[in-house]
């Protein structure tokens, strides 16, 4: 069974205190992992994939990195618009189908 | 570019009440579909998946059922609505590529009293 778990569950941030969350996964074989943001009463939305040990994505003030074990998302300089819950998914292997998701952490970034 | 739907947006219902909540896609074919609940503090359970019309996978055994009429449609549906079955229920789309992104519609916010 694949098993995602996101730390911190909520994160209080001031504007422009940097921070990271984390989302560690026992996969047997990882295909992709995936990080999503939630904004409250809407769907996820799809930030970034990512596919091996090693690689990193941005986008404007986030940064995604993996290992063999987790991934981390830095928030550089938060505004208080990077508000939200954030969550990870992985995807094995053996099965093309289906994405396993974490609980989430919820960001909020106070002015 | 491609777009989700999902409706209605926020549903009550009794229980043993029956349930269809709707998902249509455009722009892209032969979308892979998945509904996802999700529960406060919970990450999202996966209930459906369908890589086309008419084939349905079930993830969690329940008093749940998904169709797929056509390409682009998946229906969520209950005979009896069981207390348990209140939460955000949401309809997500990815293209046939095994490593590609899933995209997720709005979410019906479901309670059943």
């Known amino acids: 069974e694949d098993q995602v778990t996101q730390s911190p569950e909520a994160l209080r941030l001031q504007e422009g205190e940097s921070s990271s969350l984390n989302c560690s996964y026992t996969v047997s074989g990882l295909r992709g992992l995936f990080w999503y943001r939630q904004d409250p009463g809407k769907g996820p939305e799809f930030l970034f994939t990512l596919y091996s040990a090693g690689e990193e994505k941005e986008k404007e003030r986030l940064k995604a990195t993996l290992t063999k074990k987790e991934s981390f998302l830095h928030i550089t300089a938060p505004k208080p618009e990077d508000s939200a819950t954030y969550l990870c998914a992985v995807q094995a292997r053996r099965n093309d189908y289906k994405l396993s998701f974490g609980a989430g952490t919820t960001v909020t970034v106070r002015a | 570019s491609q777009t989700i739907h999902q409706w209605p947006a926020t549903l009550v219902q009794p229980v043993g009440s029956p349930l269809s909540l709707e998902c249509t896609v455009e722009g892209t074919s032969n979308p892979n579909l998945y509904w996802y609940r999700q529960a406060a503090g919970r990450g999202l359970q996966l209930l459906f998946y369908s890589v086309g019309i008419g084939q349905i996978s079930s993830e969690v055994p329940q008093n749940l059922s998904a169709s797929r009429p056509q390409d682009r449609q998946f229906i969520l549906s209950s005979k009896k609505l069981l207390l348990s079955d209140s939460g955000f229920y949401l309809c997500?789309?990815?293209?046939?590529?095994?490593?590609?992104?899933?995209?997720f519609g709005n979410g019906t916010r479901l309670t059943v009293t």
């Open positions: 997500a789309w990815r293209t046939d590529s095994y490593n590609s992104p899933l995209h």
